[in-house]
């Protein structure tokens, strides 16, 4: 969606909504308004399935929810973090920042979503 804009531009609204509906932000789902943390919210999709490897959306049940939220919040984020990818990279910390990253990216409000030149910085 970034290639819509114009160079000065910051934000637009379109007429009709396209694209795959996990990876969408919800404002532009639900509105048509995007902006440059529309791009920000998929790209943090993606990290997150990556890091767990889990597919979109996996994280959408009750069940699912209530698993995530205390296994971040008790310290036990290696937990989420996909078998396969802690046997192949050796530098743990790596893992969750990357993850804490995605999970910046896909906050709800679009206020609360670093820029992608933030997270940039952040890697």
Known sequence: MAKLFQM?????????IVGTLGYMAPEYAMHGCFSAKSD???FGELVVEIITGRQ???????????YLSPTWNEGRTLNLIDPILK??????DVLIRCFHIGLL????????RPTMASVIHLF
């Not at 046997?87 to 743990?92: A, D």
């Open 40 to 42: 920000v919210l998929s």
């Open 56 to 66: 979109n959306g996996s994280f959408n049940s009750e069940e699912e929810q209530e």
């Open 8 to 16: 000065d531009q910051t934000q637009d609204a379109t007429s009709r």
């Open 105 to 112: 990216c896909v906050q709800e409000k679009v206020a609360d």
């Open 87 to 92: 046997r192949v990279v050796s530098r743990r």
